[in-house]
Nanobody, 130 residues
């Protein structure tokens, strides 16, 4: 059974940092593009970043570029999202998802809010106070 479990969310002051984790089971990370998404109340889901182990390619939305970093630990089957210099507008529920597609398609799906991703986690809340 494919499963994605996020953790690491919480409350942090503006300028602070958090590291989100996405623990994967039931599939091989190498075969999937892993994406991070977020959804704030009343807003559409936004693609934040995605990653492919093939070549280590990464994508970041312009809103987080230079502040967020996606990485993975294959031995732990875990993908991380390091979030630095957090802003109140980063407040949202963050989700990780997996897509059995090539990296270019993963970027397209991520930039379009995740439509096309096959598996989703339950989400973790990130709240940034001003």
């Amino acid at each position: 059974e494919v499963q994605l479990v996020e953790s690491g969310g919480g409350l942090v002051q503006a300028g602070g940092s958090l590291r989100l984790s996405c623990a994967a089971s039931g599939f091989t990370l190498d075969d999937y593009v892993i994406g991070w998404f977020r959804q704030a109340p009343g807003k559409e889901r936004e693609g934040v970043s995605c990653f492919s182990r093939h070549g280590g390619s990464t994508y970041y939305a312009s809103s987080v570029k230079g502040r967020f970093t996606i990485s993975s630990d294959n031995a732990k089957k875990t993908v991380y999202l390091q979030m630095n210099s957090l802003k109140p507008e980063d407040t949202a529920v963050y989700y990780c998802a997996a897509a059995a597609v090539s990296y270019p398609f993963g970027v397209i799906y991520t930039s379009r809010g995740g439509k096309g991703f096959d598996y989703w986690g339950q989400g973790t809340q990130v709240t940034v106070s001003s």
